[in-house]
């Protein structure tokens, strides 16, 4: 009786486990099913594979056709661009590049001025700075943020990844500086 108790006790200890693994697998949930692709203020209009975005571990939402980015050794990075609103958006287009740069050669990717492996695009879709007393009272809810997308392209122009993601900081070009920081982790373990 102890033994087909035991027998009883490991099947169904098996079987919750591989049933409980399946959500796991069921969570690569896909951007346009969430919320973050209702938001009413954050184009989508630069990136073209919005719909194969899935979420990422360093950044939010990633999309890698050919898998991660570990034989490419050197990328050019092009001036970022925004089609978000206001003043702040065109201000953290400016950061791009540079942190960009910075970052990639951090993760060990030789940055060239031109002519490499890869091309990185970027754009800004979003980019706020509370003010008054949201500012004041609202904790790190209320400090400033930005939304990137990074498309990457290889020397044929097709491309390899795309990232979306949002980040914040003490200022706005901290919030560039964060995000993409995550964008370059992402791109170069290729999640």
Same mark, same amino acid.
């Given at each position: 009786?102890?033994?087909?108790?035991?027998?009883?006790?490991? +099947?169904?200890?098996?079987?919750?486990?591989? @049933?409980?693994?399946?959500?796991?697998?069921?969570?690569?949930?896909?951007?346009?099913?969430?919320? /973050?692709?209702?938001?009413?203020?954050?184009?989508?209009?630069?990136?073209? /594979?919005?719909?194969?975005?899935?979420?990422?571990?360093?950044?939010?939402?990633?999309?890698?056709?050919?898998?991660? @980015?570990?034989?490419?050794?050197?990328?050019?990075?092009?001036?970022?661009?925004?089609? #978000?609103? $206001?003043?702040?958006?065109?201000?953290?287009?400016?950061?791009?590049? /540079?942190?960009?740069?910075?970052?990639? /050669?951090?993760?060990?990717?030789?940055?060239?001025?031109?002519?490499?492996? +890869?091309?990185?695009? $970027?754009?800004?879709?979003?980019?706020?700075?509370?003010? $008054?007393?949201?500012?004041?009272?609202?904790?790190?809810?209320?400090?400033?943020?930005? $939304?990137?997308?990074?498309?990457?392209?290889?020397?044929?122009?097709?491309?390899?990844?795309?990232?979306?993601?949002?980040?914040?900081?003490?200022?706005?070009?901290?919030?560039?500086?964060? #995000?993409?920081?995550?964008?370059?982790?992402? @791109?170069?373990?290729?999640?």
């Amino acid at each position: 009786m102890v033994r087909q108790m035991t027998r009883l006790f490991a +099947i169904a200890l098996t079987a919750f486990l591989v @049933l409980s693994a399946r959500p796991a697998e069921a969570a690569k949930k896909n951007f346009l099913d969430s919320d /973050d692709a209702k938001e009413k203020d954050e184009p989508q209009k630069y990136l073209k /594979d919005y719909d194969k975005l899935i979420k990422g571990k360093e950044a939010d939402w990633v999309y890698f056709p050919n898998g991660g @980015l570990k034989s490419f050794k050197t990328v050019s990075v092009k001036e970022f661009e925004e089609n #978000g609103r $206001g003043r702040e958006a065109r201000d953290a287009s400016r950061e791009g590049k /540079d942190y960009m740069e910075q970052w990639l /050669d951090k993760q060990g990717f030789k940055v060239v001025k031109s002519g490499g492996d +890869i091309v990185v695009e $970027g754009n800004v879709f979003n980019a706020w700075e509370p003010r $008054g007393a949201a500012r004041y009272w609202g904790g790190w809810a209320a400090n400033p943020g930005v $939304g990137l997308e990074v498309m990457v392209k290889d020397s044929k122009g097709n491309i390899v990844a795309e990232v979306r993601h949002k980040a914040k900081g003490s200022t706005i070009r901290d919030a560039v500086e964060n #995000g993409l920081e995550e964008v370059a982790k992402a @791109l170069a373990n290729g999640n």
